[in-house]
């Protein structure tokens, strides 16, 4: 009887098989499987679907229900959401994965609609070690449905209720996703007006009062703006099972701001036929119109990824290319030498107090070219097995490489960069189980894992920094889990920061609070050569709980202190302390005169931070689920067609087996490999068991992660085949 209660737990699409069956032998097996006692059975299941490396679990988990009650539309929304969870500690964005895998670059996701998730987990930043990322990011790991199609159009017109400017936006996707990849590609284009001061009611700035005149018409309070995108993504399971992606994207925006009118200060002389008792005169020039400034860049990307498997390692190999150029144009002040010459010269055909002469603008410039190349390849697999489990490494080896080049115009002064760093990385990481209660090794101690993790940098343009860390993941009690964590990194300074052109710009107002007046000084700006590399230690103590009794709840808590010795900065405000705690980057006449401040980028001596965040988060369903749709006749007719396509595939692939196995049925008993006999219709169940562990893995699984154990729990196949039937599922119609 036991084995009927087992071959009662598969489903039905597993036992086509056994139709070709007579009656009278199914009797016959059945009767004489009555007596047969069956002491146990080992069966081994598999990682659930798209869950990520290791035993760390999430600290959140939401379902498809409780993405769509956020009310997002594509998962760039969704991170922008969940943005409280996902910050880290060091306030980092988190690492993105999909179905538990890395990815090259968000590109590959971001457009992808919310209807197509199947679930989001959240996980501490020691799991960023399993994927060669360093552990100061969090974790997000977007899980999708296996079937999915979907085109999706969506045009918005918003505005605010005073009114003033108006916001039209235009979203175009389309996703395919299904058992041998997915496709996806999405255009947006956005257009804002101009929100002008004089569309509110802004009191007039002292500047204004002193120029007499209102210039709330010429000036902006948000930009014009513009903004042009397309991005598509194609994925593909190759036939060895290795799967392959390819991201493209193109993007363009500008904005267009207006700046005021240009001011004119004229010196009046009082021997001047003009003179009327004040000798300084503010004008605005209206007739060229307000100054604008405009912003104009463009973005070109590439990238791929490689996934796929090796006996018992996985690998991912990932590549990206990035082009990024701006221009930037921004009117100055049109200059009046000429006029204050002519009122200096007494000319009597010169009145200031009429129209000005018309001039043109100044116009400070800037251009930047950034072009970036980089390819990580990360394995991942078991090395030794312990009594706990399998101790477990993670290699990343890298190269990347970064040009910039710039070139400026301000205030008359030109400036140039060409910068360039390449960096070569490697990293790798040990978890090493202590305890397990699956393994049912110290199980009173519960499940104990320990993670030492080394990471080494070469810069081209600085020298080698190394990173150390290591951890302690520790869960007494299955609802309960400790996390106790420790890194030491260092951190070099960007390239602007240590090798950008040095700037000197002369007549630069600033306040000089030692003498307590305003002064004109030299400023010098740029890159500093001499600037060391910061050291950043950091430790965390980490706790998630999840109540049984609550379904839906849980609770996480985390304690971080945060040490940096040698911190980058730019260079902080020109105050009394500054000056006291940098007095070599202020230079002062005989007379104590502020004329020059060095404004390059310093290192502190420390910083120093303590931080304990803590939050629950509660999903629970309001009211039933409504019932599935009954399929119509004719979906229930494209079923069957499908599911007879299906058919013919595993009927090819298996019929030399069940030929085999059907003459074995006859014999009423079988001999195993090692010539010792099994009940008669065992094999019949592991045949049906293999039939069902093959339909599984080749159906649905469009992103099936790599893995050497394919056997499937009688549970789990069936569940896999409810999905099959008409109107459940993805694969039944009205699914």
């Given amino acids: 009887m036991a084995l009927l209660g087992l071959l009662g737990c598969i489903t039905p699409s597993m036992l086509y098989a056994q139709e070709a069956a007579k009656p009278a032998q199914t009797r016959q097996v059945a009767q004489e499987t009555e007596d047969v006692e069956v002491e146990g059975i080992v069966v081994t299941g598999q990682r659930q679907y798209g869950a990520v490396l290791g035993d760390i679990q999430p600290e959140e988990t939401f379902t498809a229900a409780d993405v769509r009650s956020l009310g997002v539309s594509s998962v760039t929304e969704l991170l922008s959401e969940l943005s409280a969870q996902t910050t880290s500690a060091s306030g980092g964005s988190p690492v993105v994965l999909l179905n538990g895998r890395r990815i090259s670059g968000m590109g590959e996701i971001r457009d992808i609609p919310t209807e197509a998730i199947q679930r989001v987990e959240i996980l501490p930043e020691e799991v960023a070690l399993k994927y060669g990322y360093s552990a100061d990011q969090k974790v997000v790991n977007v899980v999708l449905r296996q079937r999915f199609r979907a085109r999706t159009g969506e045009v918005s017109l918003a505005g605010p209720t005073d009114g003033g400017q108006t916001t039209e936006q235009f979203d175009s996707s389309t996703l395919r996703l299904n058992r041998q990849g997915r496709l996806n590609s999405a255009f947006k284009y956005s257009h804002s007006d101009k929100l002008l001061e004089s569309d509110r009611d802004l009191e007039p700035t002292e500047t204004d009062q002193r120029y007499d005149g209102d210039v709330s018409p010429y000036r902006t309070l948000k930009p014009r703006t513009d903004s042009l995108s397309y991005n598509t993504v194609y994925n593909r399971v190759l036939d060895n099972g290795v799967s392959a992606t390819v991201n493209g994207s193109l993007s363009y925006d500008q904005s267009q701001s207006l700046q005021g009118l240009s001011k004119a200060r004229l010196n009046i002389p009082t021997t001047s036929p003009f003179y009327a008792g004040d000798t300084t005169l503010y004008r605005y020039v209206a007739d060229l119109g307000a100054m604008e400034q405009w912003n104009r860049s463009w973005n070109a990307h590439g990238g791929f990824t490689l996934d796929g498997a090796m006996k018992s390692w996985r690998w991912n190999l990932t590549g990206n290319y990035d082009h990024d150029e701006s221009r930037t144009s921004s009117d100055r002040d049109a200059s009046v030498v000429d006029l204050n010459q002519r009122l200096a010269a007494l000319d009597p055909t010169f009145d200031p107090y009429a129209d000005l002469p018309t001039g043109s603008f100044q116009r400070n410039t800037a251009h930047s070219i950034n072009d970036t190349v980089n390819t990580q390849l990360v394995m991942n697999g078991a090395l030794y097995r312990l009594p706990g489990g399998d101790i477990s490494s993670t290699v990343k080896l890298g190269a990347e490489g970064a040009w910039v080049d710039s070139w400026s115009r301000r205030l008359g002064v030109e400036s140039e960069a060409d910068l360039s760093r390449g960096t070569a990385n490697a990293q790798v990481s040990f978890d090493v189980p202590i305890t397990s209660r699956k393994n049912n090794f110290m199980a009173k101690v519960g499940d104990l894992s320990a993670n030492l993790n080394l990471a080494v940098n070469q810069l081209s343009d600085f020298g080698t920094l190394s990173t150390i860390g290591g951890g302690l993941n520790w869960s007494p009690i299955k609802p309960v889990s400790f996390i106790v964590s420790g890194t030491r990194q260092e951190n070099a300074p960007s390239m602007s920061q240590l090798g950008g052109a040095q700037v000197t710009t002369s007549g630069v107002q600033v306040f000089d609070y030692v003498n307590g007046e305003s002064v004109e000084i030299t400023r010098v700006s740029g890159g500093n050569p001499d600037l060391k ?36 900065s730019s260079f902080p405000s020109a105050t009394a302390a500054t000056e006291a705690a940098f007095p070599d980057r202020f230079f002062r006449d005989g007379d104590g005169t502020l004329i020059r401040i060095d404004a390059r980028p310093v290192n502190y001596a420390k910083r120093e931070s303590e931080q304990i965040r803590w939050g629950f988060n509660y999903s629970h369903q309001i009211g039933k689920t409504p019932p599935r749709p009954t399929p119509t006749p004719e979906e229930m007719q494209r079923w069957r067609e499908r599911q007879g396509q299906d058919g013919q595939g595993r009927q090819g692939q298996g019929q030399g087996q069940g030929q085999a196995q059907a003459a ?70 009205g699914g």
Avoid: H
């Fill in 664 to 733: 074995q049925g006859q014999q009423g008993q079988t001999q195993t490999a090692d010539g010792s006999t099994q009940p008669p219709g065992m094999d019949l169940l592991q045949g049906l068991q293999r039939q069902g562990g093959e339909q599984r893995s080749g159906g649905d699984n469009a992103n099936a992660q790599p893995s050497s154990d394919q056997t499937r729990t009688a549970g789990d196949q069936a569940s896999s085949g409810g999905d099959r039937g008409p109107g459940g599922g993805d694969r039944g119609p």
């Fill in 533 to 568: 590399s910061e050291e950043r230690n950091v430790l965390k103590f980490g706790v998630t709980v999840k109540p049984p009794v609550i379904d839906g709840l849980s609770i996480n808590a985390n304690y971080t202190r945060t040490r940096i010795d040698n911190p980058i």
